[in-house]
């Protein structure tokens, strides 16, 4: 199977007009030594047919949490996706075009980012948002990197209770030397941001050398962290606020501008991408328009064109790597536009009214969860903190053998924190984190499927 | 000014309001509902401590009906691969076959979670087994992530493995080199590591000076980065004698792999001496381009290099089996989770489907595609390097603005009006007015012919009606912008009235 159309005629036809005997001609400049005299070893090509029937064999091996009973979270949500999201996307009109360089013809592009941009920032109070970031980990990063240049420092203090991945991803960037990172640890006994003692975050920024106080609301024990005092306390220090949050959770929760956010981060999967195995996600990213020279990535603006109509165009490149080269804001260029069209898509279809009532779906199904499987007797609560769909319960068995046991009847019983920590422990008691699994529960989840789980769990 | 329009515009003229999706609609309109809650809700604002908003977010709102509309107008005024020819040099906008985009959409792979036991993934590692062992094979370097997202986190990716390994080996040295004809996101990847970037000009031919690169080498050096086939079309033939260069003074080789699609078995980087390279799944391997990405930037290694690569990999067990593992002295992370594995099931759909004379045969007729328009051009334009070139080549429109006062950029809008997307214009840098220009090796003869009928066209023009082409486009949705005016004043998003 391939996708040529060239004839064998009209080669040799281009090739006379080329003015070489032979294709091999073209490639006289590749040294001998290293010109490959036989065909790569690859599989064989297979026909569309035979292709198809592989992929689906291979999607066959795979069990998805959109066809289980899905209480896994952890930074990936298994979310409704309106049918709408996919048939837009499938425009070939948006898929088959490039980064819209060349404004006239990309209006389509152009207009659906400004829109998007609009949007995440009615959603996280933010002056300006950019046309998105890979995911919601590099999107910290680019955060962090950002509240040093605004600053001028180069320490970042990160809070404990940040997704492992998240942290691990920030420390390998800060491996390289341009922000130095400090954790703080531990986590306090209501699974939040310790804010005093010795090693709390009031003690961590008392050198006045912080750039920026890094913290999720919720964090990845699901918690509502206290954004107020963090803000002040960040503040106090000539620090910047970073917030990740959860773009759900913000149709119902007052927005981090409210607190005093300097930069609102996160991951904008649940706003109408598939899970995907974990990518492609989308990095939301918004902040101050007093900041915004110092942004990442793309941002679209208003314009008008020489007959004097509205129209859209990429704007403040000078910020970027293609003219700034080795001064620019970021190395980004390939963003995550499609995934931000969908998050377009998928907030239009819902609008505010929807989305309210799916975060407040979500809530609830969670708290009743919650409540179900504390009464099976088999959880205990390690503290009882304000949350929104995901939580944070300790198993009074073996994580693992209860986790496989409800898989064998349909169930991905959520996610076990030591697993998920890894390679990046948070700062847990060790012991706790062994038995804490997280739960989320979406709008998808049914009172009924809820029941059955809680039932199971007992019978276990 | 006449328009003079006897050919298909690239976009066809939508007249009409273009209204903004929040100005669609109205109050009532309602999309997807919320389901109904059918469990027990307490007080919002209780559970939420405290925390729930006064007011609603600003969302548009619209109805089904609306949603499809608008975004079919927005679709209208774009221009994709399926639009019509998109010869952007270095982007390599090249067909995206269908089957590609069912299979990232089966159940089996878009509803997997990433934490899901390895037991019910195994399928989705399997084909990322499959796709790192095709990539290893095709590029020479055995050792590969799947994780970086984008080719410029790919290279910042391999920037900070050469990092880890010269740290390894006690000094984690200060500068990267990079040739003047570097795309941006070289020398933005080393500032972010941590790294001067230093830049050396190139030769006369368009080519690695390497007297300049010899003379810039000592033990400082980290590495070297180097596109090739490199950013004018050429394939540097003194390859073998620069990555040795490099590695005299214990730096490291990176290639660049944006050209990959150029020399698909045809050369191997790792066979050149190279110690990593990117691989852009969204230019040689045919993923969409998706209006800016998704995009997905694997990194392959030496084997050397290999247990420094982030983690987690999949990873076959001893006991059969596949799940995921983490390299021995792993940087560690550069995002969540695995990788783009939509755009991972696309890359590994399309080497399927072509295997290795597939391949071979994609790089054989990207490169005669880009020579024969480069034959057919270069009378008209000035080329300044060859005389053949690889998959691409840059030309520049220096007469037409020495004898014509038209610049690249009214010739490039001008093409809009004839139907195509213009190449990629003013860069390299090196080559004033340049044109850079990759047909790749989807495009049909009657394409080729059809561009450079039109790129003769408008040579024509700039000599016979300046003003026309300067006055261009006339036929796209809207016309030339006042982007200056857009950066001066910044409008960066919708505001309710009133706000």
Known sequence: MGYIPVTCEQREAMLRAVGVPSIDDLFAAVPEAVRLTQPLDLPEPMGEIELASHLANLSAGNAPATELVCFLGAGSYDHYIPSVVNHVLSKPEFFTAYTPYQPEVSQGTLQAIYEYQSMICGLTGMDVANASMYDGATALVEAALMAARVTKRHRIVCSPTIHPEWQHTLATYAEAGVIELSTFAPVSAEGLTSLDGTDGLESLLEGGDVAAVLVACPNFFGNLEDLDAIGRLAHDAGALLVVASNPILLGIMEPPSTYGADIVVGEGQPLGNAMSYGGPGLGFFACRMTHVRQMPGRLVGVTTDTDGNRAFVLTLSTREQHIRREKATSNICSNHALNALAAGVYLSAVGPEGLAGIARSCVAKAHYLREKLLATGRFTAPWETPFGYEFALAYEGDVAEMQDALLSMGYLAGASVADVEGEWPTGIDENLAAKLVLFAATEKRTRAEIDSFADEVVSL | ?499
């Not at chain 2, 729930?52 to 548009?60: E, F, G, K, M, N």
């Not at chain 2, 040739?179 to 080393?190: F, R």
Request: charged fraction near 20%.
């Open chain 2, 1 to 499: 000014m006449t328009e003079r329009l006897d050919h298909t515009p690239a976009v066809a003229p939508v007249r009409g309001p273009r209204a903004l999706i929040f100005e669609v609609g109205s109050p009532e309109s309602r999309c997807t509902e919320a389901p109904a809650i059918d469990v027990p809700l307490g007080k919002i604002d209780a559970l939420l401590g405290g925390r729930a908003r006064t007011a609603p977010p600003t969302l548009p709102n619209v109805t089904e009906l609306e949603i499809m509309r608008h975004y079919a107008h927005l679709a209208t005024m774009n221009f994709g691969v399926d639009s019509g020819m998109y010869p952007l040099g270095s982007c390599t906008m090249k067909y995206n076959p269908r089957i590609n985009e069912d299979a990232c959409r089966l159940p089996g792979f878009a509803g997997l979670h990433p934490y899901q036991p390895e037991e019910t993934v195994q399928g989705a590692l399997e084909l990322m087994v499959g796709l790192a062992d095709a990539l290893g094979e095709i590029s020479g370097l055995p050792g590969v992530t799947l994780q970086p997202a984008a080719g410029a986190h790919g290279e910042l990716t391999a920037l900070m493995v050469f990092r880890a390994a010269h740290t390894a080996a006690g000094n984690p040295r200060k500068k990267v080199i990079v040739p003047d004809t570097a795309h941006g996101t070289n020398p933005a990847s080393v500032a972010m590591c941590g790294w001067e970037a230093v830049t050396i000009p190139s030769d006369e031919r368009g080519l690695v000076d390497i007297d300049a690169l010899k003379a810039a080498l000592d033990t400082d050096v980290a590495a070297f980065m180097l596109t090739n086939p490199n950013t004018v079309g050429l394939f540097d033939p003194q390859i073998l004698e620069i990555t040795e260069a490099v590695h005299s003074v214990g730096a490291f080789a990176y290639c660049d792999g944006a050209n990959m699609n150029a020399i698909l078995g045809k050369a191997r980087p790792g066979d050149m001496g190279f110690d990593a390279l990117h691989i852009n799944l969204h230019k040689t391997f045919s993923t969409p381009h998706g209006g800016g990405g998704p995009g997905s930037g694997p990194v392959c290694v030496t084997a050397d290099l290999a247990p420094f690569l982030p983690g987690p990999l999949p990873v076959a067990f001893d006991s059969g089996g596949l799940g995921l593992g983490w390299p021995e002295y792993s940087i560690g992370r550069v995002r969540s989770f695995y990788g783009n594995f939509g755009v991972l099931v696309r890359a590994y759909a399309y080497i399927r489907a072509l295997g290795g004379a597939g391949l071979t045969e994609v790089a054989e007729q990207a490169v005669l595609s880009a020579n024969y328009l480069k034959s057919r051009l270069e009378t008209a334009f000035e080329v300044p390097y060859g005389p053949t070139c690889m998959h691409e080549f840059v030309m520049s429109g220096e007469r037409q603005k020495a004898e014509n006062g038209v610049r690249t950029l009214d010739m490039a809008k001008r093409l809009l009006d004839y139907g195509f997307h213009p190449p990629t214009v003013y860069f390299p840098m090196l080559v004033h007015e340049a044109l850079m220009i990759e047909p790749t090796e989807t495009e049909p003869l009657s394409a080729l012919d059809a561009f450079a009928d039109a790129m003769l066209a408008i040579a024509e023009e700039a000599a016979s009606d300046p003003e026309l082409v300067k006055g261009a486009p006339y036929t796209t949705p809207v016309r030339r912008l006042d982007e200056a005016g857009a950066a001066r004043n910044p409008d960066l998003r919708w505001r309710p009235a009133g706000e």
